[in-house]
């Protein structure tokens, strides 16, 4: 089972990014779907989440409104739409994938799957 991230770059604040995580190795059977970030010198932070049949899509209070989760179920895929970004987005983005429907989403253990992580910078 893998996933990888990729998508990430160097932009200036105000630009937009989208990420990609692809899945391999087993159906598209995850229930729970995450993003996830590290900034330099900081603990790794949820970033949005996204459930299956319905489950609803979350997100931490410093993206809301700037970024859009999506999955596509046919493609094994998992994106992260990232619009007008800031010099304090700037981290190595994960995604995290589970079996089970998450009601702690934001909590990183609660995950089985991660990616590689992809670099994010953004310029002021």
């Known amino acids: 089972v893998q996933l990888q991230a990729s998508g990430g770059g160097l932009v200036q604040a105000g630009d937009s990014l989208r990420l990609s995580c692809a899945a391999s190795?087993?159906?598209?059977?995850?229930?729970?779907m995450s993003w996830f970030r590290q900034a330099p010198g900081k603990e790794r932070e949820f970033v949005a989440a996204?459930?299956?049949?319905?489950?609803?899509?979350f997100y931490a209070d410093s993206v809301k409104g700037r970024f859009t989760i999506s999955r596509d179920n046919a493609k094994n895929t998992l994106d992260l739409q990232m619009n007008s970004l800031k010099p304090e987005d700037t981290a190595v983005y994960y995604c995290?994938?589970?079996?089970?429907?998450?009601?702690?989403?934001?909590?990183?253990?609660?995950?089985?799957?991660w990616g590689q992580g992809t670099q994010v910078t953004v310029s002021s």
């Open positions: 995290a994938a589970s079996q089970n429907r998450l009601v702690k989403y934001t909590t990183q253990s609660s995950y089985t799957d």
């Open positions: 190795g087993r159906p598209f059977s995850w229930s729970t």
């Open positions: 996204t459930r299956d049949r319905n489950g609803g899509i």
